[in-house]
Nanobody, 120 residues
Framework: QVRLAESGGGLVQPGGSLRLSCASS????????MGWYRQAPGKQRELVAD???????HYADFVKGRFTISRDNAKNTISLQMDRLKPEDTAVYYC??????????????WGQGTQVTISS
């Protein structure tokens, strides 16, 4: 069973930076696309950025030019460098991994989330 654990959230002033990390444990046949989602109070969970095993990235328009996603395929980990943070970036950030299990089934894995708060 694959487990994901996020770290790096916290309270930052507007214009500041944070770096989120997502560590994985457990075994899968493959880790495919991995990404970051966020959910603000009263809103639906939304995609922030994702990256496939080949390194191709995709960003939501609201973070383009400010956030950078990266991946370590050897460790099946991802990170999210967040710069020029805005109050509207306040949310719980979740790590996601689409994996192929050892029995060759596709599965979506989620971390528990880490709180990011942007406030002066």
């Amino acid at each position: 069973q694959v487990r994901l654990a996020e770290s790096g959230g916290g309270l930052v002033q507007p214009g500041g930076s944070l770096r989120l990390s997502c560590a994985s444990s457990g075994i899968a046949y493959s880790f495919n696309t991995m990404g970051w989602y966020r959910q603000a109070p009263g809103k639906q969970r939304e995609l922030v950025a994702d990256i496939d095993s080949g390194g191709k990235t995709h960003y939501a328009d609201f973070v383009k030019g400010r956030f950078t996603i990266s991946r370590d395929n050897a460790k099946n980990t991802i990170s999210l460098q967040m710069d020029r943070l805005k109050p509207e970036d306040t949310a719980v950030y979740y790590c996601n991994a689409r994996i192929e299990t050892l029995s060759r089934h596709e599965s979506d894995c989620w971390g528990q989330g880490t709180q990011v708060t942007i406030s002066s």
